[in-house]
């Protein structure tokens, strides 16, 4: 077990140094912004959606490695997704992340599910879950964790 441990933390380490689909990109019609005042977290979720799926996903903010690498894998894991199977996807990920219950398989984003053990860092791991959340919405108001 540890072995998979020190795999999923090297997954998260890597998706902190080098986060995937950083940046603001060209043709989003769909942002939204999150705070997590607790720990000072800041994500700018963008999407390019057509036709009710989303076609590009990207990031740009701030925080610690857990909420960097959340956000990372989960534009990764939202390109090509329809609006309907990211708002699956959302609630998926935050039942593994609160111990909610079963959850679908989630592939790669399974290596946040460590996350549960400590409760005051699942803040960091759905911020950019719920800041999507609100960009599938339409915006608004900033989207905070508490």
Not at 28 to 55: F, M, Q
Not at 100 to 122: D, I, N, S, T
Not at 124 to 141: D, V
Request: proline share 3%; glycine share 12%.
């Amino acid at each position: 077990m540890s072995d998979l441990r020190e795999l999923y933390q090297e997954v998260i380490f890597d998706h902190n140094r080098h986060p995937r689909n950083f940046g603001r990109p060209r043709g989003a019609n769909r942002s939204a912004h999150g705070y997590n005042p607790l720990c000072g977290d800041k994500v700018t979720i963008y999407l390019r959606v057509e036709d009710g799926v989303i076609r590009d996903a990207a990031f740009e903010g701030s925080g610690c490695a857990i909420s960097t690498a959340s956000a990372s894998l989960m534009t990764e894991a939202l390109k090509g997704k329809t609006e309907a199977e990211a708002s699956r996807l959302f609630e998926g990920f935050h039942d593994m992340v609160t111990g909610a219950g079963a959850h679908a398989e989630l592939g790669k984003l399974e290596v946040l599910g460590g996350v549960r053990e400590f409760p005051m860092r699942v803040k960091c791991a759905t911020l950019a879950w719920h800041t999507l959340s609100a960009a599938l919405k339409g915006g608004g108001e900033p989207v905070t964790t508490e």
